[in-house]
């Protein structure tokens, strides 16, 4: 099975084979000035005539070398540079195309810091990889590998020698790569710890201050960065050691040391004539060195690895399903049909939901927090495909529908309003792109926005997040004005006003009137006083739907709905809202003041 990087890398492995082809002759090619002089000096301290031509040759071919190296590399360098730029755009492509066919519900689970991390910051990672890692790693070991080739050409005994502090330095670093991986994985979250408790601290300072907790609170910052403190040092201190005379192993200068020291006996002994030790001095440095090159591109490769391994885990998640031959709605009528659903294919949020939603009618959605009430609305919104039963509309399953057709049908508010960082205007216009500037103004008035919009810099051309820095409500109040503009005969509605100050809350009551007028209603309702004129009302309990009716009917019935009602009747008065509470009554979306 091949791994997550071999799979990514399929597109360009012919460029890289190329480079790596082109790299292997550069460092041959890079050693050739190294025996060049190592030549030039045998023939000038052979005692004997000197054969100028042959000195001459010696120093163009030389010279020769140098430039065809420096080509070679130019070449290499440029091809993996070239390579990288296809590679990130076509994994960029390919995660941006997966996202786009991945169900909506997917984004629920994922923050948009892990949607960016693996499109922008692991693609980045493996930047290295492809760019440099590749030919990094084929000139450490081809440069030593054609260093010691000719050293053994040279003198098979000294060259053994010479090797001595280079395998030492190998085992060394061997020995303090080995584990890299995990434990810079265990540095990382142990340093994430330190970050996550500081902005913790940091954030919530003045509410541990209010309750006198302060002391507590920093304790358990400190008592984080003392773990990470105590983990770092215990590491590095294992590593020290090992690192330092690993190093010193290596060192040219230990190279340099040895050659001298040997080369010394084994001419004072008449093993090896002085001037065959000119290529050890030259050459024999070029064998310790790259082993430091090889070890940081390994370390390179293994964070190219977890980034890559990252991207392949987005790549594989399952994508919505299309229908190959899509059918068209006969009707505006929703039925759930034997519904069940769940969300790591174990627990059933979900279990043989049966619910009937009639065109022109309001119903609601009622229950214990965790019962599945939002499950159920956003499968009509397919977010996530049911895993038993089916959601239909018209009569038609929402898996043959196409999504275009689907939410030409059906428009959502949730409570987690998100906008795109582009003008308010295309914010606006996203469920009609084609709407006229007349148009957007309207549904913005009619959302309680306009007004908010006019006082940006550029008005309905200010950017979000840039010009456009709209508080929540204001943000919930433009997702209102889309879902108007969109004018879908159906519309989920998931308590939009829940996390709204007072203020912002009266607005978006009124805005909602405006949206819900004269269309199907599916709402989830967290206060049950704002749906008691509801056309139904499903009590979700466990993922079941476990009574049905109107307000009057289930109070009388006595069970879960008449507990949960009893259980907020403090909060509100009989038969309506306060404080402007978006009521759903008689006529509808009416605001009870």
Not at 273 to 280: C, K, S
Request: net charge negative; hydrophobic share 50%; with cysteine.
């Amino acid at each position: 099975m091949r791994s997550p990087i071999s799979q990514l890398l399929r597109p360009v492995r012919g460029s890289l084979i190329l480079a790596a082809v082109f790299q292997t002759l550069a460092a041959i090619a890079g050693l050739v000035p190294f025996v060049a002089v190592a030549e030039i000096a045998a023939e000038l301290l052979d005692g004997g005539a000197v054969d100028r031509d042959r000195v001459w040759n010696i120093t163009w071919v030389a010279a020769g070398a140098l430039a065809v190296r420096f080509a070679l590399m130019f070449a290499a360098g440029g091809i993996t540079h070239f390579a990288d730029n296809n590679f990130q755009l076509h994994v960029r492509r390919r995660l941006v195309d997966r996202l786009s066919r991945v169900p909506l519900g997917w984004f629920t689970d994922k923050t948009g810091g892990h949607v960016k991390k693996a499109v922008a910051d692991d693609v980045v990672a493996m930047h290295h990889l492809v760019g440099h890692a590749l030919n990094d790693l084929v000139g450490a070991i081809v440069t030593p590998l054609a260093a010691l080739g000719y050293m053994l050409w040279v003198d098979w005994r000294f060259t053994l020698v010479v090797l001595i502090p280079v395998i030492v330095g190998f085992i060394l670093y061997s020995r303090l790569m080995s584990g890299y991986g995990e434990k810079m994985e265990a540095y990382n979250a142990a340093l994430a710890q330190v970050n996550t408790g500081s902005v913790e601290f940091v954030q919530g300072i003045a509410v541990v201050k209010t309750f006198g907790q302060a002391g507590r609170a920093h304790a358990r910052f400190i008592d984080s960065a003392n773990r990470f403190v105590d983990y770092f040092w215990a590491w590095a201190k294992g590593l020290l050691r090992v690192a330092a005379a690993s190093d010193v192993a290596l060192a040219p200068l230990t190279g340099l040391l040895v050659v001298s020291a040997a080369g010394t006996l084994f001419v004072a002994r008449d093993w090896i004539d002085a001037v065959d030790l000119v290529p050890f001095f030259l050459v024999g440095l070029a064998i310790a060195a790259p082993v430091l090159t090889l070890g940081h591109a390994v370390s390179e490769m293994q964070v190219s690895s977890q980034a890559a391994a990252r991207v392949a885990v987005l790549l594989e998640s399952p994508i919505l399903p299309l229908p190959q031959q899509p059918r068209l709605p006969d009707g505006q009528r929703v039925e759930y049909q034997g519904v069940s659903f769940s969300y790591d294919g174990v627990h059933e949020a979900l279990s043989e939901v049966d619910l009937a939603l009639e065109p022109g009618t309001v119903t609601a959605l009622v229950g214990p927090s965790g019962s599945g009430k939002s499950t159920i609305a956003k499968l009509l919104c397919r977010l996530w495909d049911p895993t038993g039963g089916s959601v239909t509309l018209g009569g038609v399953d929402l898996r043959d529908i196409d999504p275009q057709e689907l939410y030409r049908h059906v428009g959502f508010v949730f409570q987690d309003v998100q906008l795109l960082g582009m003008s308010v205007r295309e914010n606006i216009r996203l469920g009609r792109p084609d709407a006229t500037d007349a148009e957007v103004q309207a549904v913005a008035e009619a959302a309680q926005i306009h007004h908010r919009i006019t006082e940006l810099p550029d008005g309905y051309d200010s950017v979000i997040g840039i010009t456009a820095l709209l508080s929540g409500g204001e943000a919930q109040r433009v997702s209102i004005a889309r879902a108007l503009l969109a004018d879908t005969p159906i519309v989920v509605l998931d308590e939009a006003t829940a996390f709204a100050d007072p203020e912002s809350e009266a607005a978006i009551q009124d805005a909602l009137s405006s949206l819900v007028a004269g269309r199907t209603l599916l709402v989830v309702a967290h206060r049950l006083w704002t749906v008691v004129g509801a056309d139904q009302i499903a009590v979700i309990d466990r993922g079941r739907v476990v009574e049905l009716g109107r307000h009057t009917g289930l109070l009388a019935e006595g069970g879960l709905y008449r507990r949960l009602w009893d259980a907020q009747e403090w909060r509100t008065r009989a038969g309506g809202g306060e404080n402007g509470e978006f009521v759903l009554g008689p006529e509808r979306g009416q605001v009870s003041k």
